[in-house]
């Protein structure tokens, strides 16, 4: 099952969940690439439902090519992050690396009975996203001098918000959830459809985007983990003619540190909405699920 994060039972009563996750930067920051990293990573556990307990850095870094300052930053940034997010940094490990790269292990707890998976979305649900989604290609757009600084700084509040969301989650009942990361929105909903055996329908005018993602689209801003989750989505996404071009990029772009997908009952999207709107407030409505067929997505306008 592509869950989002392992599970281990220790008792009737209690679980650890466990997720590792690094990569290279995407913004130009050190500080800001370490809160991004961190936030990221603690994302696998807050999809499961559960709550983030210890930490441990890791790091491939070109000595001899950056600064070590630059070091010092990242792990500032992830552990500032850390501490937010109520965990415990426990130390790491590093290495001398070409490239550098940066992420970290995750290890949470959480109650069995309380575990959020993605393969039990019902018909009936409606599915709300609770970040904007862009992040692959605005970045490629900063790499290439594209990105304003006030749209830099845009995306890194997005990737760098925390997804706590575990208490309202379990109070709303939420049925099912993931974190959309590197398959895109699209990629991340067909495992969500397959696993659970529905369809899952998306209004595309609905789905939050950082700004000017269309625009970053013309300029061919766009990574080539989009292009192979495009390909992909193409094999099992129906999308309607009355859409404008692009949005079939734009809904597989390879997102970083993104926001969950959740499904929810209908009659309590509006008490759901209303809880988290401090911690996430670009959440919105973008579809439903319905019966059939298994594992399909419809994407209208």
Not at 99 to 108: A, D, I, Q, R, Y
């Amino acid at each position: 099952m592509p869950d989002d994060a392992g599970v281990y039972r220790l008792a009737d009563d209690m679980a650890i969940i466990q997720s590792v996750d690094y990569f290279t930067p995407v913004v130009d920051d050190p500080y800001d690439f370490g809160q991004v990293a961190a936030a990221n990573a603690l994302s696998d556990i807050y999809a499961m439902g559960g709550r983030p307990l210890t930490v441990l850095n890791l790091a491939g870094f070109p000595i001899g090519q950056l600064p070590t300052e630059v070091f010092g930053q990242i792990l500032r940034g992830s552990s500032e992050k850390v501490k937010e997010a109520g965990a415990v940094l426990l130390g790491g490990h590093s290495v001398d690396d070409a490239e550098l790269k940066f992420g970290l292990s995750v290890t949470g707890i959480i109650h069995p009975r309380d575990i959020l998976r993605n393969n039990t979305a019902r018909a009936g649900d409606v599915i709300v996203l609770t970040k904007p989604i862009g992040t692959g290609i605005a970045s490629t757009a900063l790499k290439h001098g594209l990105l304003p600084p006030d749209q830099e700084k845009y995306m890194v509040t997005v990737m760098a918000r925390l997804n706590n969301l575990v208490d309202e989650m379990r109070a709303a009942g939420v049925h099912a959830c993931t974190d959309v990361t590197g398959f895109g929105l699209l990629g991340h909903a067909a495992e969500m459809a397959a696993a659970s055996g529905v369809c899952l329908h998306f209004h595309a005018r609905q789905v939050p985007l950082l700004p000017d993602i269309f625009a970053y689209l013309e300029e061919n801003q766009v990574p080539a983990g989009t292009r192979r989750n495009e390909r992909y989505v193409s094999k099992v996404a129906e999308f309607s003619p009355d859409l404008e071009p692009g949005w079939s990029t734009i809904l597989s772009d390879a997102v970083t540190s993104g926001g969950l997908l959740v499904t929810l009952p209908e009659e309590r999207v509006a008490g759901f909405l209303a809880s988290i709107r401090a911690k996430a407030p670009w959440a919105a409505v973008v579809g439903h699920v319905e019966a059939g067929p298994a594992g399909c997505l419809v994407v209208e306008p």
